[in-house]
């Protein structure tokens, strides 16, 4: 699409959500709009015309980055810029009150208040709840091949994960090892910190890597992901340290095969709340509904967590060019966890997996 594409997209939906302008804000939707990867901007639109202003630091990183939009490198802040150029505009509207859309849920309140101050009584403030979110969703040709390449390389780090998971390493070391793998491939930067939780921490849907010691036994989940070239990939395996008892083997495949009947239900015009039902229904089965605590999954991209959320009374119904993961868990307090953890991409008629891989458990 392009991102001139992308920005006439988001001017034809001002007629239908009442704006006359927009101001964005946050970063990953300014690069989305404009190409621009720096941190200090502001993108000013209009129906017709996109100005982005930035600051004296980054006048070369912008002049080569910028595309679909006028390139203003400003003395002052941007949205102080940003905002006197509405100002100086806000005749063209033909209404006394032109309403301007902000991205309310990334602006802080101290933000907001400079803003309002900034534009004064000339606008009314709008928030636009997700606009250029919604447009993300579904990823263009280009965006999946980055993102596909991001899955690929992130999926690689597991093979490195593998080579040093033994009782009496550190978690933190075993996720220095992969993080090493991964710049030494091409990655900007992880896309979250490293989770590696090994037995009775790997209960812990969150349990970021500690100085806590693999120990003899008992489940090591691995959750980890990368950046390359701004996008993010994100996956979960979890391996077993010792030989697993029944139990611990059971539960392992209780979660593989609710990961299997999400995954098989995910198409185009599905309902991700139905994505979500179809794995907590076999955990349901297995007895372990209670032990899920999250939910299924969410969409990936130039953020880590985007729209939609796969989860249970959400109505967002799934299309083409979706990327999402796939992420059922179950975890036992004092006892352990497991989760597999996959990202697909969205089709017609089902989904493809990104970077796919067998998913028995792997025992060490």
Known sequence: MGYKGRLTGLQSAFARNSLDALLITHLPNIR???????????????????VFFTDGRYTEQARAEVRGARLVITPQPPMNAAAEWLMENRRQFGHKKPRLGIEGEHLTAAGRRQLSSLVR????????????????????ADELVRVRAAAVLGASLFDRALAVIRPGIKELEVAAEMEYAAKRGGAEEMAFPTIIAA???????????SKAAIPPRGFVVCDFGVILTGYCSDRTRTVRVGRPSRAAHDMYEAVREAQRAAIDTVKAGVSVSEVDWAA?????AKGLARHFTHSTGHGVGL??????????????????????????????????????????????????????????????
Do not use: W
Request: glycine share 12%.
């Open 199 to 209: 037995g009775k921490r790997s209960a812990l849907p969150h349990g970021r890597a």
């Open 280 to 284: 907590r229904n076999v955990l349901k």
């Open 121 to 140: 009584s000339s606008f009314r403030l709008h928030e636009t709840r997700g606009l250029v979110e919604q447009a993300r969703m579904v990823k263009d």
């Open 303 to 364: 953020e880590i967590h985007e729209p939609p959320r796969i989860a249970a009374g959400q109505t967002e119904v799934l299309r083409a060019g979706m990327v999402i993961t796939i992420e059922p868990g179950a975890y036992i307090a004092g006892s352990g966890g497991v989760r597999i953890e996959d990202m697909v991409v969205v089709t017609e008629r089902g989904c493809e997996i990104l970077a796919p891989s067998d998913n028995e458990l792997i025992t060490i």
């Open 32 to 50: 989305y709009l404009c190409g621009f990867t720096g941190t200090s901007g502001v993108l000013a639109i209009l129906d017709t015309r996109s």
